[in-house]
């Protein structure tokens, strides 16, 4: 049964790849190109009308209004009545490590067993050859971070960007943070939990689950400050959060919780980052003044109480933009990442300036994720990570991505779902428009 | 040591017997003639008639008579009864006495597949179907519970198994300590019902709409069981037997109870109906039912609330219930609606007095308080011949109290249950509490602070001069003998024990003997001095009977008064008309009546509120063809592979949030499915967002009706495996699939030919019915469905036995039989662009919408999603993104065409004159992800106003401010609180939900409404 099984599984792969397996990664760039006449924005906030970018070797050596002093030897792109945009930057996602959500196990490789695996690395399960990476680096989406989930300490992240041959490829920082879920009370769907007399309560089980955090914790800084007898591979991977190499991403939502990662951290001397914060409109000051950044997860999402306003998750960056919190944005899941740019634009109609939106996800995503040196705005020496869109590429109507550079590559946008659009427009002889 | 007691117990009842001529007697006979004559009293005779200075009169068991100025014959014993009352005793409707504790389901991962019932005996298939349980075959009276009932009042009780759908009988026993042979007031008092399957292990029903599909077939076989000699069936013979009985079914909230009263109404019976308590809710449609309701004093705790960010957890309906709960006697009684109170649900029975004076306080009257505990479980158990009211050859149940029975000083003296006496606190018995001054070797100089009532003293103690102290003690009495101890700490430290009696009543003295912490005696004695300071007594405060007002739906933005329709003009806006104009630019809309009644430019306002809608777009509302909001107890009865007899209109939930915000992302129309556990689901039912009516008014009027079926992984249960055993239900392939339905509709067939010729001798089937409704076309199928190769199927299968698929939803590969789906008139209902989260929707594409619109079949947007359902105007964009369709045709995709494959295109889905006014106004581009609903019209009706809404939400935050400062107040007044818990918010379904591992225990449908 099992036999007959993997072989319909290789025959239905066989099939699904016959398009996707064309689509290869993009040559590195051989020559300038410069993209003329389009309305640039650069990430930050700044909006460039008619304005130009040029950039060379995978770096962006000019960006500038009107028209370039020098096109010799570039290929130049006109791009007139378009708009250019940042490689949008997709934090906090299980892209890649994910197929099949449900129903085909051995495609999903996000959760290790165990509660404690700080040591555990996303970046190796990264598949680059996921059917899923095209369709959503067709909307814009040029990098991301490929996180690990489960268990209490999930384990360490990397940013990869989403053209790539192979993982190794594909990094673009390495080890860049370690994932914890602030433990929680679960629970009961309907009612409070019944606790039987001398049986644990969910609250004490949460509280034991703490002091197993705090206990590796603790431990490991004391680890990470004398060279120790015997390696500890959990250590190991921890110390980085110590000297300050890599940030704790805590998945924190209630207000309650988020108090309590945030001085977690502060006890301990640990860059944080709150990822969720659903709750962190009640804890704006605590964030501001400790300068932890959230890493909100969805607005296109229910509130968590039915009392709350209805379209409290609209205006969450908003609440968070004007108490000065620093914060960026994410999706859910992997395939869904392709919204990542609707859910940006969702903030617009509630508050949010619609280059406030675009830098969640980019300039903010990048600060947060520490890859701003290098990307997640359009400046000068910057790699060239970007994309242009026949419209405004946070709103579904006008967001048409026609060519993206990764690092100056110019890159295949085709994936299977155009393929199969276009094998059976064929088959019914429609227009394809 | 147990059998010892039991010794003990039937000694303790053979002390003297009643005359029972059947049984033989061991030992010299001891027959007392039980003749009392209690005088002097006042009599409450019922809730109309009170004679003062009357006599009661009691023989063995009976009442000889009740009135004033009765000659007492010889050989009564007398007793005065000068100053005191006497109440008839009361009667709690609703009880578990004398039966064994209820067993319950254990959860256990072992569960097996069990179809159908395996319990031996010539009973019914489901287990939850069991009538033949009867209460006097099981009952057996228990002295220990019987206690506690007394020292309430009680003198009789009904008594019912609370397990299972159909329950079987109930007895109305009296609490006396008789054999059980002569405790039974009514053997056969009611027949008792629910929708909670209980211990039952037979997997159906799983849901809440399985137990009212099985209600519903049950009446049906019942009926045909008289009519047929094939099968002996003792289930349904009990059922039919039982329908001359009352009908007791128990309900949880209001909602429940209108689930119930449609089944009642459905087959012409009258329901009396056990609720949480909770009529003030939907107290309008209660009092509609006409039913009466035996109602609990459960009032919820106040919360823990000093944490502000732990008390977000308490829902807006718990504070409101917390509030109104103990009002709701007093509305009831307002309301006019006949209702018996009960004790059940009382986690100490102490709380019952202490609740029912709360219900008081808060308006319930003392007529109507007697009434509910005495004439009217007695009229609605059929025993008010015997108990309920003070009347010749009446029971001798009967109370003799201090005062009026509903006053907070009254104190219970004795409850006499078939003329035999209880004493709950000895009528001779005076109030001892005061002050005493205490004499005696070495306690000269104390006081003693007595404060309380007989049956529970309290003592405090205080000493005054050089050795100072102050301490509380123990005190107890027992009749005329009292016993006490305390701890004067210095001088001596240590225990003093004192016991002694009252030696004289005026004034009170108690006299007795002491010993000493050293072990030396002495005699004691303490004369009263002075009453107990005011101060000092416990005088409650008036507690704050201000009750915010009853929200219509009982949630979150729920509206004091539901909104109504209005006349409006929308001046100058972009109108998407999805009609031949297309979308006219500066044009008006008016509306009326909760009709469209013009669309076009520069319409006359006449007497309509004008509003400006320049910059605004105007589109029909959004209409969610694939939805599972709203909708309570299980949204899957996936128990078996065909449940077309389960109906997603008994199960509507109208305080369910998610109809609030979906208004607010401009939804107004809603198909709400059956989930995708079986081949062949439910029942489904198109409702509108009306916020605030009754579930059976969102109903979309005159809609055909639809059927879910469903195909592929979830229907062959790949994705999930029941606990702890492989999967048996048939189908587990896409094979079986295709015979199920095939099987199924062959069945269908056969049924109505052999209907057609006897009849109703063929019993009447009502998961066939619907097949057959299908096969007619008047029920229309809309199938969940992803891959090619069953959808091929399923056409196939239709095409063979002659019935069509109106609607295949989620569809996701649709657009590789797009040509057959044409040629065969199919609609398509997908995602805009979900994918890759199971195996079969690995080739599900963005541009399946397009291509079924470009190949010219009815295609629709739907969500499936309660998130996504308030945003499918983005999701009709997506359109645009993926094959550039064009905006108007997009927008058809969540508005019109949903509309058109529901068949209520003639109502909904354009903007069109004579059409519902269901209507949105957008603030820019509808397609946009920038755009918002700022308005939603539902029939006219102005459900949603972002600005209002903003208001509505201070609203709320003040009412829920106000309500936990009240909270607070109770606290520090001493009101018990209970810490906030989790779990209170409603579960969300799509359609893969399956409740709990497939088959929970249906009284988890009850803790789930009231968890909301």
Redesign the interface.
Known sequence: MKKILIFGGLL?GTV?TYGQATISPAKPQSKPIIITGATIHVGNGQVINNGYIAFDKGKITAVGEGSPSNTSGADVINATGKQVYPGFICPVTTLGLI??????KGTVDNEETGELNPNVRSLIAYNTDS??IPTVRSNGILLAQPTPEGGTLSGQSSVVQLDAWNWEDAAYKTDIAVHLNWPI?R???????IVLPGAES?DEARLKQLDEVNNLFTAAKAYAEAKPETINLKFEALKGLFTGSKKLFINAD???EIIEAVSFANKLGIKAVIVGGKESY?VTNLLKQNNVPVIIRET????A???D???LPYKLPKILQDAGVEYGLTGIG??RQ??LP?EA??A???GLTKEQALSMITINNAKILGIDKTTGTLEKGKDANLFISEGDA????T??VESAFIQGRNINLDN???Q??KK??DK?G?K?? | MKKFLLCGFAALLCNFARAQQTFPVNGVQDIRPGLYAFTNATIVVNSQQTIPNGTLLIKDRVIESVGAGTAIPKGYVVVDLKGKYIYPSLIDAYTSYGLPDAPRQAFTFNRTITPVSTKPGAYGWNEAIRPEMNVKSIFHADGEKAEAFKKNGFGAVQSLIHDGIARGTSVVATLGDERDNLVMLNDEAAANYSFSKGTAVTNYPSSLMGSIALVRQTYLDAQWYGSQKEEYNISLAEFNREQNLPQIFESTDPLMTLRADKIAKEFGKKYIYKTDGEEYRRLDAMKATGSSFIIPLTFPEAFDVEDP??A?KI??EQLKDWELAPNNPAIMEKTGIRFALTSYGLTNPRDFWTNLRTAMDHGLSETQALKSLTEIPAEMLGVSDKVGSLAKGKMANFLITSDDLFKKENVIYENWVEGRQYIVNRVSAINLAGTYKLSGNGLAGVTLRITGNPGSYELGVQRSGTDSTRARGTFIRTGDMVNLYFDLKNNPAGTIRLNGYISSTSPVTLTGGAILPDGTSTNWSATYSDPVPASEKKEPTKPNLTAGPVVYPF???GNAEIPKAETVLFKNATVWTNEKDGILKNADVLIENGKIKAVGKNLPAGNAKVIDATGKHITAGIVDEHSHIAATGGINEGTQAVTSEVRIGDVLDSED??L??QL?GGVTTSHILHGSANPIGGQTMLIKHRWGVLPEEMKLEGAPGFIKFALG?NVKQ??FSLPGGPNTRFPQSRMGVEQVYVDAFTRAKEYEAARAVKGNHVRRDLELDALVEILHDTRHITCHSYVQSEINMLIHVADSMGFKVNTFTHILEG??V??KMKAHGIAGSTFS?W??????V??A???NG??MH??GITTAFNSDD???AR?LN?EA??A??????S?EEALKLVTLNPAKMLHVDNKIGSLKAGKDADLVVW?T?P??????AEKTYVDGVPYWDYDK?AAK?KE?KAD?GRIIEKMIEAKNKGAAVQ?V?????R?VYDCDTIEDGAYVVAD?YN??A??K
């Open positions: 239905l699904l197929e099949i959500e449900e129903g085909a059917k899923v009370v629970a009961g769907r309907r009612r409070a939990a969910p209630g207000a309650k009640l296109q999402t229910l509130p109480r039915d009392e306003d209805v379209y992997f395939w392709r919204n609707f634009g969702q617009v109609g509630y946070l709103d579904m109507l967001l048409n299977l779902h155009k199969l659009y059976f427009s019914y429609l394809i428009e | 960010l732990q977000r829902s807006y949630a979150a933005f949030i998610n609030y915000r607010a992984e790949s994705n657009y590789k797009a040509d662009d994918w890759a989260y199971k195996s079969e690995s080739e594409i963005p541009y397009k291509i470009d190949m309660e998130e996504m945003r983005q964009g997506k645009v993104t993926y094959g550039h369709m905006e603030s581009d397609l946009s992800i920038y755009a918002v809404d939400q709320l829920e810490p818990g989790g779990g209170r918010r579960p988890d803790g789930m009231k968890s």
